[in-house]
Structure formats: structure tokens, C-alpha cells
């Protein structure tokens, strides 16, 4: 898992050098290291988390690209292009790509929850944890000054 975390990253880096909303690569890394924390307590693939965690944000690239909102599902030609470089197996692949595409997805509006596997729900759980506290309020102002929004 290390190794392949390590290719990753290096590649994370490299597109999120210039991100500056707030989804930048040290949020990536602090949702991976949430998602592995609650994975300790939860269960679930920890390699399909980790992978998932490092690399759920690639719609926000696509977005800042293209000056147009990408949904992470449009997001999953290019996280599969990442994913062929490494060495995981097509079914760890399409469970990746699975947690990406549902990590935005909730039933906050009391539906039936769709997501229902543990480690898309990690995903969420993790993300959404760097998104409140003291972090979570930087991160709303730096979302807010990289789309001019008024505060």
C-alpha cells in the first residue's frame, strides 16, 4: 500500500501545485489520514480507502480547468488514467472509481441512502471531518477568495 500511496501522491502533487480553494493537496492528505483513522475503528478495504482518499478531489482539477462545475462522476476518465499506472487489480480499480463517484453523494434529504458500502462511507465521513473546526472554516475563506465569492 505504501508504495503505491507514495506513486500517488507524487502524481497529486504535481496537478494540485496550483490549487487554492481549499481542495488542495494537503486537504487530500488529511482526508487520508482520517479515512485510515476510521478504518482502524470501521473495517473496509484500507488499500481501496486510502487510494479513494488521495485521489477523490481530481473533479476539482477538471473544474478549475474548464471554468465549469464537474461532478465527480465526469471526473472518472482521468482518475482511471491514474489508476492504470499502478499496479492494483481492475476490480480494486472499479471500487476505487465506485468511492469517488458516490463520495459527494448523501440522503440529507431522508431518502434512501444509495451509498451504502463501508468504504465509500469512510470516504465521506473523512472529507466531511476536514470540512468543519478551525480547518474547515480556512478552508471556506480560501474556497471564497479562489471563486471571488462575497463573504
Known sequence: MEE???QLEN??????????????FYHLKRTLNNALA????????????AVSAILHDIHRIIQKETGKFCPPEDSLP???????????TEEQKE???????FHEVYNFDG?????????TLILQDADNLDAIGAVGIGRTFSY???????M
Open 11 to 24: 502524481e497529486i502533487k504535481s496537478l494540485f501545485h496550483k490549487e487554492n480553494s481549499g481542495h488542495d
Open 95 to 101: 471500487k476505487v472509481l465506485h468511492c469517488i463517484k
Open 38 to 49: 476510521i478504518q482502524e475503528k470501521e473495517g473496509g478495504d484500507r488499500l481501496i480507502i
Open 4 to 6: 503505491i500511496l507514495k
Open 144 to 150: 471564497g477568495g479562489a471563486y471571488n465569492t462575497i
Open 111 to 119: 431518502s434512501k441512502n444509495i451509498v451504502t458500502d463501508t468504504e
Open 78 to 88: 482521468k482518475v482511471k488514467e491514474i489508476l492504470d499506472k499502478t499496479n492494483l
